[in-house]
């Protein structure tokens, strides 16, 4: 499975629910590891997805250094501006190369 599916495969309820009881139970294990692979199965995932989702949990939060999920669907929107962006000047550098050669081979008028 690509990682766009994965990605939707679990609803955002549930991936709070579960990020949410890592950090109600972390201190009943003696690492926040402990705590993901002793939930991860209830939940139907493996460790490492919900070690993802508690560190982007974390980084949301504040907890941890990084990139939140704001700030990360703003870049993707700003990406995808800019590609169109991109692709708009192309377009119009092309209309303009075409229209200055028409102007070039037009005939003169006296």
Same mark, same amino acid.
């Given at each position: 499975m690509t990682k766009s599916k994965m990605a939707n495969r679990y609803?955002?309820?549930v991936r #709070? %629910?579960?990020v949410r009881?890592?950090?109600e139970h972390q201190g009943s &294990?003696?690492?926040?590891a402990g705590a993901i692979a002793a939930i991860a199965p209830k939940i139907g995932c493996i460790p490492q997805t919900l070690s993802g989702w508690v560190k982007q949990a974390e980084k949301d939060s504040g907890m941890r250094d990084?990139?939140?999920t704001e700030e990360r669907d703003r870049i993707k929107t700003l990406e %995808?501006?800019? %590609?169109e962006l991109r692709q708009a000047n192309e377009i119009l550098r092309k209309?303009? #190369? &075409?229209?200055?050669?028409?102007e070039l081979d037009r005939?003169?008028? %006296?």
């Open positions: 609803s955002p309820e #709070a %629910r579960a009881m890592v950090f &294990y003696e690492t926040q990084g990139v939140t %995808r501006e800019n %590609r209309a303009s #190369a &075409y229209f200055a050669q028409a005939p003169l008028k %006296r």
